[in-house]
């Protein structure tokens, strides 16, 4: 095992370093700056049955520090991804990771069916294929008048439940800043059969365009992500990580190695990096080599060392 490796449930990753959903494509555009192998996952754009065309409207507008974004989910749907993209993602190198979102419970579990039929069925030539499920439980609820399931955990369970029944591939639930409490929602995930959490998404907030005196965003929300959120996701992921005992996975607003240290003596087991892909295109080669770097100057042998390592007063 070198330095770096890291697992999450079954899953081997060369590091923890994993790229965020939504904030690296399908890792294709990214691989033309530079070699992705060196990445520990890819955490693909999410997913829909169906294909969707997002918001409309302004979608992105920058903040103090960090960023909005109302993509709505803009995405070519599971069957395509499955023909055109997951080949090439794969080929990449670092474990491929399909994000899953879905406006009610039956898109949920249909797609979920049809990423994992996949990766048993079909044979990728000496390439790997999906290695894990990320169930983004923060989708609105057409059913509920578009209450994201991520907000309740009566809502979430059984969304859970069922993805966990149609897939044997890892199951890692993204969870949300903006549930009304996110520890039981990770105790929730982890009884329900979840392999891990991965926490958080974005927080929702909001722009006004004061000339036009409505919000900046048709959808009104957008989702705040960047260095802004960093201290409160870690605090999540610390109280997250005291309260379950399956993985979980940190992010928001990581920019830095020492960023990263933090959220593995918060209890992380690896790190996403979302918003500083757009702000520094090199950044998941310069995290990787950062991070192998200060974790020998420091006589450090194994993150196993410093993981989890502030604990409660
Ligand atoms: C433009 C954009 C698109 C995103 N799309 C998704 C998505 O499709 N699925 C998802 O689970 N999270 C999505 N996210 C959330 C990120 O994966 C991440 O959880 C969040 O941005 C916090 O991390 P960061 O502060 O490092 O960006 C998106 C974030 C941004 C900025």
């Known amino acids: 095992m070198s330095l770096l490796h890291c697992k999450i449930g079954?899953?081997?990753?060369?590091?923890?370093?994993?790229?965020?959903?939504?904030?690296?494509?399908?890792?294709?555009?990214?691989?033309?700056?530079?070699d992705?192998?060196?990445l520990g996952g890819i955490a693909g754009k999410g997913l829909t049955l169906h294909p969707r065309s997002g918001?409309?409207?302004?979608?992105?507008q920058e903040t103090a520090a960090g960023m909005l974004n109302s993509v709505g989910l803009e995405n070519p749907g599971i069957s395509h991804f499955l023909h055109h993209e997951l080949e090439q993602m794969a080929a990449l190198g670092p474990c491929v990771i399909a994000n899953?979102?879905?406006?009610?419970?039956?898109e949920y579990v249909e797609g979920a069916r049809l990423i994992g039929e996949d990766s048993k069925g079909r044979t990728l030539t000496g390439k790997r294929g999906i290695e894990m499920i990320e169930l983004n439980i923060s989708c609105p609820n057409v059913k509920e008048g578009g209450i994201q399931f991520g907000v309740d955990t009566e809502m979430a369970c059984p969304i859970v439940r069922a993805v966990r029944d149609v897939t044997h591939l890892p199951l890692m639930v993204k969870l949300s800043p903006n549930a009304q409490d996110i520890v039981r929602m990770a105790q929730m995930c982890e009884q329900e059969g979840a392999d891990a959490v991965s926490l958080i998404n974005t927080f929702s907030a909001m722009k006004i365009d004061i000339h036009r005196r409505r919000s900046a965003f048709d959808n009104l929300y957008a989702g705040l992500s960047g260095p802004a959120i960093k201290p409160i996701a870690?605090?999540?992921v610390h109280q997250?990580?005291?309260?379950?005992h399956i993985p979980v996975i940190?992010?928001?607003?990581?920019?830095?190695?020492?960023?990263?240290i933090e959220f593995i003596m918060a209890g992380a087991q690896a790190v996403q990096i979302g918003t500083h892909n757009f702000t520094h295109l090199r950044a998941g080669e310069a995290l990787v080599q950062g991070l192998e770097q200060w974790l020998r100057r420091q006589g450090i042998d194994s993150l196993e060392?410093?993981?989890?390592?502030?604990?409660?007063?």
């Not at 997250?240 to 379950?244: D, E, G, K, P, T």
């Open 234 to 236: 870690l605090r999540m």
């Open 250 to 260: 940190g992010m928001g607003g990581i920019t830095s190695v020492e960023d990263i």
């Open 305 to 313: 060392e410093i993981r989890g390592i502030i604990s409660c007063v």
């Open 240 to 244: 997250v990580a005291q309260a379950v």
């Open 36 to 38: 992705v192998s060196v």
């Open 100 to 106: 899953l979102g879905g406006a009610n419970c039956e």
């Open 55 to 60: 918001n409309s409207g302004c979608r992105l």
């Open 10 to 34: 079954s899953v081997l990753l060369n590091n923890p370093v994993i790229m965020a959903s939504g904030t690296f494509g399908f890792g294709q555009e990214y691989a033309r700056l530079y």
